[in-house]
């Protein structure tokens, strides 16, 4: 912008400086907040697994019923394997993402009820 519009390259400038410490403090927060979760609860389970890069910059665990891509297929052992999963880490929350089909996730919860130790 500056090249474009040198008149207001302070005002560029400061914005952008404003908004570099407003991401760091962002991740300064998440960082935080993150350590007073036990490191074994710190999972998260999506309907696919487009979250990564937040698990390694986090130190969060990262599950995906459908792997990276929204269009793999997922079948009964994938939602088995979860399941089972959910249960024994005693996982307390699962949210569903609207950018994917919900039936995905809605079998694994199904899963888990029929075990009787999970509540939702």
């Known amino acids: ?3 474009a519009d040198p008149e207001n390259k302070e005002y560029y400038l400061n914005n952008t400086a404003k908004y570099r410490r407003e991401l760091n403090d962002l991740n300064t ?3 935080s907040g993150f350590q007073t ?3 074994n609860e710190r999972l998260l389970v999506t309907a696919h697994d487009a979250f990564g890069y937040f698990g390694r910059r ?4 990262v599950i995906g019923l459908q792997g990276i891509s929204t269009l793999s297929e ?4 994938e939602i088995t394997t979860l399941s089972r999963m959910l249960i024994s880490r005693k996982v307390k929350a699962v949210f569903i993402e609207t950018s994917v089909s ?3 996730i809605q ?3 199904e899963g888990c009820k029929q075990r009787r130790q999970f509540i939702f």
């Open 37 to 39: 979760i036990p490191r």
């Open 1 to 3: 912008m500056i090249l």
């Open 107 to 109: 079998s694994v919860i």
């Open 74 to 77: 997922y079948g009964l052992n």
């Open 102 to 104: 919900e039936k995905a």
């Open 58 to 61: 986090y130190d969060v665990e």
């Open 29 to 31: 927060l998440i960082k």
